[in-house]
């Protein structure tokens, strides 16, 4: 009997009547691929289809700067206009790529230079050889830098090698802590952040909320919206204090100065925040207006982050780029590259001598701020990386992403060693626990936990021990677009597309 149903008999080329057993079928590699004319395509098609992505390819591949002035200088040099009617710093580096595609001589010294970074500023006028063009495709190339940012490398490494050594003594004292204590003070701690619930909600902005921040002393709530301005909230009421204006769009990014509410000036720079203008505004706490602007990049600022120093501030934005700042004297120190997409997340590690950085190109980097060098690439996430945070431990970072998982980077192992399946939808922020909190005398509670927002309207607190799930927040009627911790450990705050900023906490908390 056949097996075969008659219906499909006619389909079945079997010349000897009988069937052959699938896992028997031979495996035949002789064979040949269909012609375009058989599949439906003129050759001539064909082939000018094949030859416009492979030009789109080499295009794409051609290294411009991202600096929009450096972008014009170009091409000044190469005879074309600086700019066009409504065209703008995108748009100009598109076109700089098509002409030195055009360009004979360009094009020749990009086939000899493969996929190497360039300076687009040091191009020749003049044909080279082919010994001249030639070399490793992994050579380092670096530009030069202002003395300021020499003066500022040298700073931040007699900041960060002290704190290293006090971090390393202290980690030696806790290693020798019995493993029964560590296992209950654990326990301890995840039984205290089962029980968190919502306090408070409140509307923060006319539109929705972007992001919000808790100040050193827990006490302030700081939450930019799309509208471009800063609702100051008093915790724990929510009650609602200064409103700060200055950007004409969407707030993205806030970081208060370490030492603000503790013992900085309130007329100092307190806060500072990143605009969908592209500016960077430094804030008070004793007027509404900016105390100062910095200003440089050339697209939306999506998030800053100040120096554990309080000396430097950090900015990513959509040019691809991220910079640092002189806070005092505020000036640019560093426009750093590096990604191919929009730069979105920024964030330093507590010794202040490693900053991470991650971008919509879905690739992290972990520079060396006091050399410059990149000293491990965060590769793993399938979508773009939405958020960075370090462990206070200092050697092991975490990244959020659009893929719904957050990873664990481990510096010493220079490689990704956990993979969370975090959120059902993009994670919009990510924050380690690394205050102080009175759960117990004993031991710090510092790094023991971390929190997660998510596009499925959900806050989630993670354990870092193995990396486990505590506790699910759910009140929010949106997407979360933030979550933050307080220095120390009694609130959660989280802001959302619903225009509201919630505060967590135990039920029995004393307020």
């Not at 687009?120 to 050579?139: A, F, K, L």
């Not at 390393?168 to 209950?184: D, G, N, R, Y």
């Not at 909600?201 to 509208?227: K, M, T, V, Y």
């Amino acid at each position: 009997m056949s097996g075969v149903h008659p219906s499909r008999k006619a389909y079945v080329e079997d010349e000897e009547g009988e069937m052959i057993d699938f896992g028997n079928v031979p495996n035949d590699h002789d064979y040949a691929i269909p012609s375009t004319a058989r599949a439906g395509i003129a050759p001539e098609k064909a082939s000018a289809i094949l030859l416009q992505m492979e030009r789109k390819k080499r295009v794409a591949a051609i290294p411009v700067p991202t600096d929009d002035g450096r972008v014009r200088t170009k091409l000044r040099e190469i005879g074309e206009p600086i700019t066009l009617f409504g065209e703008g710093p995108g748009d100009r580096r598109d076109r700089l790529r098509e002409l030195l595609y055009q360009n004979h001589h360009d094009v020749g010294i990009l086939d000899g230079m493969g996929s190497r970074d360039i300076d687009m500023g040091d191009v020749p006028n003049t044909p080279h050889s082919s010994d001249e063009i030639g070399g490793d495709d992994e050579e380092e190339f670096y530009t030069h830098g202002p003395t300021e940012l020499l003066e500022s490398r040298r700073n931040i490494a007699r900041y960060s090698l002290p704190r290293a050594s006090a971090r390393i003594e202290k980690q030696k004292l806790e290693a020798k802590v019995p493993l029964q204590k560590h296992i209950k003070h654990r326990r301890a701690i995840k039984e205290h952040l089962s029980f968190y619930q919502v306090l408070g909600s409140q509307i923060a902005g006319e539109r929705p909320l972007s992001i919000a921040r808790f100040s050193p002393d827990s006490n302030i709530i700081a939450a930019g919206n799309w509208s471009g301005s800063i609702q100051l909230l008093r915790v724990p009421h929510l009650e609602k204090s200064t409103q700060l204006y200055g950007h004409s769009d969407r707030v993205g990014g806030i970081s208060w100065h370490p030492s603000s509410t503790i013992d900085l000036s309130p007329a100092a720079s307190n806060l500072a925040s990143g605009g969908g203008d592209g500016k960077v505004h430094l804030w008070s706490l004793t007027q509404d207006t900016p105390i100062a602007t910095l200003s440089g990049h050339s697209a939306r600022v999506a998030r800053v982050e100040h120096h554990p120093s309080g000396r430097f501030l950090a900015s990513a934005s959509y040019d691809t780029s991220w910079r640092l700042w002189d806070i005092e004297t505020q000036k640019e120190l560093l426009l750093q590259e590096g990604h191919s997409r929009e730069v979105y997340s920024v964030a330093f590690q507590g010794d202040g001598a490693l900053i991470a950085s991650g971008g919509l190109d879905s690739i992290g980097r972990v520079w060396d701020m006091r050399t410059g060098r990149t000293i491990m690439v965060l590769d793993g996430h399938i979508r773009e990386i939405t958020g960075l945070a370090w462990h206070p431990d200092c050697y092991r970072v975490a990244s959020s992403s659009g893929d719904a998982s957050v990873k664990i980077w481990d510096l010493r192992m220079v490689r990704c060693t956990a993979t969370i399946g975090a959120h059902k939808k993009l994670v919009s922020d990510i924050r380690f626990f690394s205050g102080n909190s009175n759960i117990s005398s004993e031991m710090s509670s510092s790094g023991t936990y971390f929190v997660t927002s998510g596009f499925d309207g959900e806050v989630k607190i993670h354990s870092s021990d193995d990396w486990s799930f505590i506790k699910g927040l759910s009140a929010h009627s949106g997407n979360v677009t933030s979550v933050d911790i307080s220095n120390d450990g009694r609130f959660i705050v989280s802001s959302g597309h619903d225009r509201t900023c919630k505060l967590w906490a135990r039920e029995d908390i004393e307020l």
